[in-house]
């Protein structure tokens, strides 16, 4: 049969397709979503981009707590008792047709006034009438049709985040004044307002007060609005004593300014309010490069993000009652439900559990837990429900206590200075020296010009282009980087990364792929029959170990089984014929032998007679070895692995000689590790995936995040990168630091402009006119020269 | 008064009024997205429809007067 693939949204459809108006569907989900658009005359979504949609996941109950009314207050945005405005995150927002399916909400749902997408954070806001229709069923409406909301414990605790539009704000009006500015400078750039007797032309000699004036006015909200960032920084700096490269900028900016009032005011000359405006401008046009951000990424997260508002809680008459997870006292009964998030500590009470840690530890095969047994949070439920007895409250749980040390609390960026800073030290006091020294000669050679070439000095050496070639070259690296998928959060990450030394890895989840796992045979060889009847029992068991080990076995026919028992926790029997066949456990087949492996394995039998043993492996990433060998010349490199030892004997073929491996790592033992190791002056790189890597990500000069999927959860970090580019991680701490030469070429580009200049200053001849083309001169260079290398470097990366 | 002035305070007030125009723009969040309103413009508007089924329509009538 010809292979169809879903029309809704693209999944192969296999053998069994669901036909409906002619189209096949690979699910009800799928076929049911179908319907309602074209019920509602919206299947335009189908012309915009073919299989767009997703298949509805199921949620039963899930969304329950959004009809608790201190949840719904907190959620929406804005609610008058009649209309309520809520955000909505939807990861799943990916194309066009999304948008214009969201956008079109409203003739799915009659309440629902309007809706509007931010395609890049992949949010809808969405306005309705809370008498008429509830946020539960706009929320439930946006699952059926397969755009489930993320809504976490975070939406729920954050504040409403204020958009900082000042940027901007202070952008446009230097802009505004600049050219504003450059406009009434022409006639002094013409030089037609010099004396009627030069044959200047005398009807603009009169006026030229007027004209200086407007250029003052303009550029009062340049220096008091605009450009107030650089006198705070400065002021800043200069408190803690630290020479930034504010100083020097902040110190230009008011010279510029004093002098150039004082030279309209006695009539001196024109000022330089046109060389002043263009600083400002120029310099806030790099600082708002500098902060291009990915807003669809989320850097911040901690547990809040991924955990749930509410949860199930059983009260003693045996009712199921929704709760927010802050509420959770010990001793509560919670009912987890399949594919829910354990929010607490706790002991297993009913149920069986089947419990997936990836996002705590990145190991992604679910571990079995028995009635009685702890559940940590963070875990997620894969099969049925689930009933726990909380044992701490959610911030005190194992995991989440995590989130207590104060290096959550600090900001990183404060911790180090930018190349930028500690050359601006030595420039001003460079520049300062050459300020004093001609000063001084000019006192005794012409003291009428003394002050005049002070300012000169100051004026010129402001370092306007030393100031953009860090914003200009960083932030395209980091555009570069982010389309080769490696998000790094902001221009200090990629400084701190060209500096790392040391770089440390967590294992599972991080070197070794989420996705598979491999098993190996060890014992006796299984004859053809008995591997076709081990196959087809293992079909019948939902346990994961079954179903990695059903995959990874070759293909037999399908057999009836005579006769298939589970045992639970313990394996599976079957028979067909005279054969018997046991799986499961090594007491559970009569394995005599004491195990010495650490690894997971599944034992077989055979008509009770034991045959051997499949040993389950982490497969590692493609190309692991090869980063660790090119890493291992420049760096030094480990292991921090929270598991047990049991890779041991894989990781030392498959890493460089003596790479150092620890096992068995606590969370708070990998904040500790990376920690000494910054004690010892070492520049640390972490790489990690888990919660549990998220105080050593933190800790960490620069903590990466491998990640499967980009848009799903990842820890607090500096940076994510898409796992298939693991294998590339040196190449992107060597382009990082060649982007650090680019920054100091431009250094020694932008210094050449700065003698040239104070070649002028010194001299005394500083025109106006020299200041306004030297100026942006140097700026423009720095920037084109920075923006061709970085290109000409992000070519060679792949 | 001299015709300097005139030029002038028309030059500034209509920077003005773009500054002002720019301004309540950032203010009403046109930079804060700046990729879905792209996306937005391409998408077809609802009357398209409407009007193929009164094509259609009149196509239909037409056909039945010819007839």
């Given amino acids: ?798 | 008064m001299s015709v300097i002035y005139v030029l002038l305070a028309i030059s500034i007030t209509v920077a003005i009024v773009f500054f002002i125009a720019f301004i309540l723009s950032v203010k009403n969040g046109q930079y804060d997205d700046s990729y879905t309103p792209s996306v937005r413009m391409l998408f077809e508007d609802e009357l398209v429809k409407q009007k193929k089924d009164l094509q259609q329509s009149n196509l239909d009538t037409s056909i039945e007067s010819n007839n």
């Fill in chain 1, 1 to 798: 049969m010809e292979k169809q693939n879903c029309y809704h949204c693209g999944d192969d459809c296999g053998s069994d397709c669901i036909e409906y108006d002619q189209k096949c569907f690979c699910c009800n989900g799928c076929k049911t979503v179908y319907e309602i658009f074209s019920e509602n005359n919206l299947s335009y979504y189908y012309d915009l981009q073919s299989s767009a949609g997703s298949t509805p996941a199921k949620i039963e109950g899930k969304y329950d707590f959004l009809e608790t009314e201190s949840i719904v207050e907190r959620l929406t945005e804005f609610n008058d008792g009649n209309i309520q405005i809520v955000n909505l995150y939807i990861p799943l927002i990916h194309c066009s047709s999304c948008i214009w399916i969201l956008e079109n909400m409203n003739k799915l749902n009659l309440f629902i006034s309007s809706s509007q997408v931010n395609f890049s954070e992949k949010t809808v806001r969405i306005t309705y009438n809370c008498r008429k229709t509830t946020l539960k069923e706009v929320v439930l409406l946006l699952a059926k049709i397969g755009y489930e909301p993320y809504i976490s414990l975070e939406d729920f605790d954050g504040k409403k985040k204020q958009i900082d539009r000042s940027l901007i704000y202070k952008l446009g009006v230097a802009g505004f004044a600049f050219g504003n500015v450059m406009f009434l400078s022409f006639p002094e750039y013409f030089d037609l307002n010099s004396s009627e007797a030069a044959g200047g032309e005398f009807w603009l000699n009169q006026y030229q007060s007027v004209f200086r004036w407007l250029m003052f006015a303009f550029s009062l909200p340049v220096v008091f609005y605009a450009g107030s960032d650089y006198f705070i920084s400065a002021y800043k700096g200069l408190r803690s004593k630290i020479l930034n490269i504010d100083v020097p900028i902040a110190l230009g900016v008011l010279v510029l300014f004093l002098r150039s009032t004082l030279e309209i005011i006695f009539d001196w000359g024109s000022g330089f309010f046109d060389s002043l405006t263009g600083l400002v401008f120029f310099l806030l046009l790099g600082k708002f490069f500098q902060q291009k951000t990915y807003s669809f990424l989320s850097f911040e997260r901690d547990y809040k993000s991924y955990f749930p508002i509410a949860v199930t809680r059983i009260n003693k008459d045996g009712k199921e009652e929704s709760t927010q997870v802050h509420e959770i006292k010990q001793g509560d009964r919670l009912l987890i439900r399949n594919e829910e998030l354990i929010p607490v500590d706790g002991v297993l009470f009913k149920g069986r559990a089947q419990i997936d840690y990836s996002f705590v530890t990145g190991e992604s095969v679910p571990v079995e837990i028995e009635f009685g047994d702890k559940v940590f949070a963070g875990g997620r439920q894969m099969n049925g429900s689930i009933e726990v007895e909380a044992l701490k409250s959610v911030s005190q749980s194992y995991l989440t206590q995590l989130w207590s040390n104060s290096v959550f609390k600090t900001d990183k960026s404060t911790r180090f200075q930018t190349i930028t800073d500690s050359i601006g030290k030595r420039f001003t006091v460079g520049v300062l020296t050459v300020a004093f020294l001609a000063t001084f000669f000019w006192l005794f050679q012409d003291p009428s010009r003394a002050m005049n070439v002070f300012t000169a000095v100051l004026i010129i050496a402001c370092p306007c282009a030393i100031a953009l070639a860090s914003p200009f070259t960083l932030g395209n690296m980091l555009r570069i980087f982010g389309q080769k998928k490696f998000y790094l959060r902001d221009t200090n990450a990629l400084e701190q990364l060209a500096r790392v030394d040391t770089a440390i890895f967590d294992k599972t989840g991080t070197i070794t792929t989420a996705k598979r796992s491999t098993a190996t045979y060890e014992g006796m060889p299984l004859t053809q029959e008995e591997e076709s009847l081990l196959k087809n029992t293992l079909r019948a068991s939902n346990h994961p170990l079954s179903r990695t080990l059903y995959d990874i076995l070759s293909d037999y026919n399908i057999i009836t089984l005579d006769d298939y028992e589970e045992h639970l926790g313990k394996g599976l029997e079957g028979s067909k014929g005279d054969k018997y066949i046991k799986i499961g456990s090594s007491e559970f087949v009569g394995n005599m032998e004491v195990s010495d492996s650490l690894n997971t394995a599944v034992h077989v039998a055979s008509n009770n007679s034991y045959k051997g043993k499949y040993v389950f492996h982490n497969e590692y990433r493609e190309g692991v070895s090869k980063v660790f060998e090119e890493m291992s010349d420049a760096l030094q490199l480990a292991i921090l692995s929270g598991d047990n030892e049991g890779e041991k004997a894989n990781l030392e073929k498959l890493l460089p000689k003596l790479t150092p491996l620890y096992f068995n790592q606590k969370p708070e033992d990998k904040l500790a590790f990376i920690t000494s190791l910054q004690d010892q002056g070492k520049k640390v790189l972490m790489v990690g995936d888990g919660l549990n890597d998220a105080g050593a990500l933190a800790q960490a000069e620069v903590g990466i995040a491998i990640s499967e999927n980009i848009n799903v959860f990842s820890p607090a970090c500096d940076g994510i990168m898409d796992a298939s580019k693991f294998k590339q991680l040196y190449q992107y701490i060597v382009a990082s630091k060649k982007a650090m030469k680019i920054i100091k070429l431009s250094f020694l580009l932008s210094l050449l402009y700065n003698v040239v200049g104070l070649y002028f200053a010194v001299t005394g001849q500083l025109e106006p006119v020299i200041a306004a083309i030297l100026m942006p001169l140097s700026s423009i260079s720095v920037v084109v020269f920075t923006t061709v290398m970085t290109n000409l470097l992000g070519r060679k990366l792949d």
